[in-house]
């Protein structure tokens, strides 16, 4: 690949950070083991860059949604647990013995899909993890499954029930009843079943308390510097800033306009960079006219549509000195956190942090 000084953007991602955060959100969970969700490629970020830092950390139970990311895991860490959120599918279950994943079970057709192969191996039973839908109404048993499987205890015959897990809808609002009426839930329900080490707390879940933190936390975002307490100052550390550079100026005035659809309309003379990032890029397209950008210290607005390749920034306010082409400027991170940028695109980090496309390079730094 060319060098990283002619990529359009540049995404940096701090290992070192991700670390920290590790070690923090281990240490906010007291005694209790803390896992590490690696799903969506480590959130877009590179599990084959991220996996190692944690496991480095102490981390050797991690979470992941499909078969496909389970297996490119397996390659990476041969020794670590890897549980799948999104269970076992028929003609999936030896794959996942063969290469000591566990399926998160969610209903009871997995559950029996996953009790019939380990009753038909010789040697020890499968474990097992059952997920409780406590509220969620997405994944996991619901009670009256719930309910049904443990009337019907048989069904687990031949497994090891290693985990019961839900999870929680409301955690990032910790004021919310939903996550006491969950957890209350979810006490019940697992109550009907063999008893076994519980797991609810996400990377939210992790702030609302011990109570909160059974046997096993479950952190994702937060491993990658969002903000798990919003409305409160981030307890995390940055882990990514996105970088790019302009590669055109130019003096408009009125009555001329900006980008697509002739959306922006300059009210008096002004001065537009073009910076080489789009929604091509994971950019999206309803941030135009409402985020901004900083060179240096100073904030420029987005001014126009963003389009597939390009956006362009009102650098009106900098001396004509600083703000060449080749000039530096930052998109996300600094002085525009990631859960600020997301918002003012009227979505979350989450989405952000996975869209961010290919055409970004990545950097790497620290351990």
């Not at 496909?68 to 959120?85: F, K």
């Not at 409402?290 to 240096?296: D, E, Y």
């Not at 009106?316 to 918002?343: D, H, K, N, R, W």
Request: proline content about 7%.
């Amino acid at each position: 690949m060319p060098p990283s000084e002619f990529a359009g953007a540049v995404l940096t991602i701090d290992l070192g950070a991700v670390a920290r955060n590790y070690r923090s959100l281990r240490h906010r969970l007291g005694g209790t083991p803390c896992a590490g969700v690696v799903k969506g490629n480590a959130y877009g970020l590179g599990v084959a860059e991220i996996a190692p830092v944690l496991a480095r950390q102490g981390c050797d139970s991690f979470f992941v949604a499909t078969l496909d990311e389970a297996m490119e895991l397996r390659g990476l860490l041969p020794d670590a647990t890897i549980s799948v959120l999104n269970g076992v599918l028929a003609g999936s279950a030896a794959v996942f013995a063969e290469n000591r994943l566990l399926p998160v079970l969610n209903d009871l057709g997995q559950i029996d899909l996953w009790a019939a192969l380990s009753r038909s191996r010789d040697g020890e039973p499968l474990e097992a993890l059952v997920h409780i839908d406590s509220g969620m109404s997405r994944l996991g048993l619901p009670p009256e499954e719930t309910r049904r499987l443990a009337a019907e205890r048989h069904r687990l015959d031949g497994l090891r029930l290693t985990l019961v897990m839900s999870h929680l809808a409301c955690a990032e609002q910790p004021n919310n009843p939903m996550n006491a009426a969950q957890r209350t839930e979810f006490d019940v329900l697992r109550a009907l079943l063999p008893s076994a080490p519980a797991s609810l707390a996400n990377s939210s879940g992790v702030f609302l308390g011990p109570e909160y933190h059974y046997d096993l936390g479950r952190p994702g975002v937060a491993l990658y510097g969002v903000n798990p307490t919003p409305g409160k100052p981030n307890p995390m550390a940055e882990v990514v800033r996105l970088h790019s550079k302009i590669i055109q100026l130019r003096d408009v005035d009125r009555p001329q306009t900006v980008g697509y659809g002739a959306s922006h309309r300059v009210a008096t003379q002004a001065r537009i960079a073009t910076i080489p990032v789009g929604y091509a890029d994971g950019y999206l397209r309803s941030l135009g006219g409402h985020v901004f950008a900083a060179i240096g210290d100073v904030r420029v607005p987005v001014v126009g549509r963003v389009s597939m390749d390009l956006i362009t920034l009102d650098v009106s306010a900098l001396a004509p000195e600083l703000a060449v082409p080749g000039t530096t400027v930052e998109l996300i991170g600094g002085a525009c956190p990631i859960e600020q940028f997301a918002a003012l695109g009227g979505t979350i980090a989450y989405e952000i942090l996975n869209r961010l496309g290919p055409r970004i390079r990545r950097r790497y730094i620290g351990p």
